[in-house]
């Protein structure tokens, strides 16, 4: 009988779920006799719930970020009351245990802190498989540690000693990087993927703001203006489309080095084709530009997490920080004339890449199942 993995996720950002598909498709790689499946959980049972979740939480963190802020803090290095798992579980989990009888997986993969929590809880009540914990940023909350959990994959060492802080036996605990998908594993010539996708051959920013399309991406465009002329840059709105009309209805975006996508499947080769990225700081989305070698700036971080993803970055010199437009064209400038800020966080990501095994998490599943 073939082994069963089940990978769950939740429809709160895409980072989450790009993680469960990066690792499905690792497993699949590595061993095709593995069943696995990936459930964005709260989406499949309680759909209008996890819609107004994510309203909530978009709403919070775009009018009100220090109060998100407050929210992620306190406590942060706690694990969850039971009574707050309880809420996680009543909230979106409910009858998650018709889909655990139906499909009797022997590990289960949780991508996000809220699955992890209610998985746990059943763990607790006896359930029998192996319980593991991918966690998406290079920071740890509280959130994520539950006694019942048999194995986390974290993104790097800062991550591994947060958990061992909160209590976590060092046995339990693996840094394997974030699992990311296979056109991240290798980086394409930039020339070729430029005439790819139709575009120029000169100096090329990607403006990135997540699935969600935040990150203040309407002001750096705008900012970023000026330089049109001389440089191409490639704005992805992702699945904010309001943002998308807004910017194609305005006219000082017309031009054939401005470049307004929404959603793309294959974000890969636009950044194999750009020279630089400014983006929020997404666990995954960094962890992608890392394995691309893709310089990066980080603008507007959401509170709580990705401020914690973008000290990492920044203090590892894989990143820099720019805290208002006003920088951007210094950040140019150092782009078109080859500065040596530029030249040595080129050096700091490759010698991050040298550490980067994209199949190391699906690796250490497969021989869980396989020995």
């Known amino acids: 009988m073939s082994k069963k993995v089940l990978i769950l996720s939740e429809a709160i950002g895409s980072g989450h779920t790009k993680a469960a598909e990066a690792l499905m498709q690792g497993i699949s790689h590595l061993a095709p006799s593995i069943h696995t499946q990936i459930l964005e959980v709260g989406q499949t049972l309680h759909p209008l719930t996890t819609k107004l979740l994510l309203n909530s939480y978009l709403k919070i963190i775009i009018r009100s970020p220090s109060l998100w802020r407050k929210m992620y803090d306190y406590k942060q290095n706690k694990p969850l009351s039971n009574w707050k798992k309880f809420i996680i579980y009543q909230l979106f989990h409910r009858q998650i245990e018709v889909l655990l009888d139906q499909e009797k997986p022997h590990l289960i993969i949780c991508t996000h802190p809220f699955t992890s929590s209610s998985v746990s809880r059943l763990k607790r009540m006896g359930y029998p498989f192996i319980l593991c914990s991918v966690i998406t940023d290079f920071h740890v909350h509280g959130a994520w540690v539950h006694s019942e959990v048999d194995v986390y994959l974290v993104s790097s060492e800062d991550v591994y000693n947060q958990l061992i802080n909160m209590g976590i036996p060092r046995s339990r605990i693996v840094v394997t990087g974030l699992p990311i998908r296979s056109n991240f594993w290798v980086k394409k010539n930039k020339q070729e993927m430029r005439k790819k996708l139709k575009l120029n051959n000169i100096p090329t920013v990607i403006l990135m703001g997540g699935g969600l399309g935040l990150g203040g991406i309407q002001q750096l465009a705008h900012a970023l203006l000026k330089w049109k002329e001389k440089i191409q840059v490639i704005i992805c709105t992702g699945n904010n489309e309001t943002l998308r009309s807004s910017l194609l209805r305005d006219t000082k975006f017309h031009h054939p080095h401005v470049y307004i996508l929404g959603f793309v499947d294959l974000i890969d ?97 497969v021989n869980c199942l396989i020995p």
């Open 269 to 365: 080769e636009w950044m194999d084709a750009a020279d630089l990225l400014i983006t929020k700081p997404g666990g995954l989305t960094c962890f992608e530009a890392l394995s691309k070698g893709l310089p990066m700036y980080i603008y507007q971080p959401i509170p709580g997490h990705e401020e914690k993803n973008c000290d990492f970055l920044v203090n590892n010199h894989l990143a820099i920080k720019i805290d208002d437009t006003n920088n951007i064209d210094i950040l140019i400038e150092n782009l078109l004339f080859s500065s040596r800020e530029m030249e040595f966080l080129h050096n700091k990501m490759r010698e991050f890449q040298q550490k980067i095994d994209p199949l190391a998490s699906a690796k250490f599943i």
